[in-house]
């Protein structure tokens, strides 16, 4: 069946260190690809997303580009931020009726000042 | 504002005892499911709703029930909770269930603790 791999973490990093979260995928057919983010206390969040191969998504300084030739949509952010500490989740959707988002099992990122 | 909410936020119980999750959401959404997070294990799909009083299980539906009675509210129900049921469980809505890139809305989570 479908899945997603997601590089472990915890990831620490400094205050404008470059950010790079790497996810990779297995699916049949032609999935949409999402990040969501979890910040402690809180539910998840959609933070970014693409629909086909080649699409770009992005949003609050954060990218991710879908590459159907490696099974790819690595999560990078040129300067983090303290407030960018969460949980970042990497997911997919199956093709066919069932919504279900497939998981990767989040990398967790912490952004010291 | 459009949300998902779940109560409660923290429950403790003890084994065997039923209890309700519930679950609301205030945007006409046709889908809905639930979701438990586990450590090591990511998320997992407990059930889920294409829409009013059409459910179905999703990857882990063992010690489950729910029910959709009306489109906004998709309340999750452990008949007899046991200890292997502590988790997070969030629930999800979704609009357009026929279209695959449209975004999940998340509840702020439930955090179960069965003793």
């Known amino acids: 069946g479908d899945s997603v791999t997601q590089m472990e973490g915890p990831v620490t990093l400094s205050e404008e260190a470059f950010l790079t979260i790497n996810c990779t995928y297995t699916?049949?057919?032609?999935?949409?690809l999402f990040w969501y983010v979890q910040y402690p206390g809180e539910g998840l969040q959609l933070l970014l997303k693409?629909?086909?191969a080649d699409d770009k998504g992005s949003n609050k300084g954060f990218e991710a580009t879908y590459r159907k030739e490696t099974t790819s949509f690595h999560l990078e952010k040129g300067s983090v931020q303290v407030s960018d500490s969460a949980v970042y989740f990497c997911?997919?959707?199956?093709?066919?009726?069932?919504?279900?988002?497939?998981w990767g099992l989040g990398t967790s990122l912490a952004v010291n000042p | 504002e459009a949300q998902v909410t779940q109560n409660p936020r923290y429950l403790i119980t003890v084994t065997g005892k039923k209890l309700t999750v519930t679950c609301s959401q205030n945007?006409?959404?046709?889908?809905m499911s639930w979701y438990r997070q586990d450590p090591g294990l990511g998320l997992r799909q407990i059930y889920y709703?294409?829409?009013?009083?059409?459910?179905d299980k999703g990857d882990v539906p063992e010690g489950y029930k729910v029910s959709r009675k009306e489109k906004r509210n998709f309340p999750l129900i452990l008949e007899s909770p046991s200890p292997n049921q502590t988790s997070l469980y969030f629930c999800?809505?979704?609009?357009?269930?026929?279209?695959?890139?449209?975004?999940?809305?998340f509840g702020q989570g439930t955090r179960l603790t069965v003793v």
């Open positions: 999800a809505s979704t609009a357009y269930p026929g279209q695959p890139n449209t975004e999940a809305f």
């Open positions: 945007m006409n959404h046709e889908y």
């Open positions: 709703s294409m829409n009013v009083e059409v459910t």
């Open positions: 699916a049949t057919g032609y999935p949409s």
């Open positions: 693409a629909t086909k």
């Open positions: 997911a997919l959707t199956e093709a066919g009726n069932n919504r279900k988002l497939i």
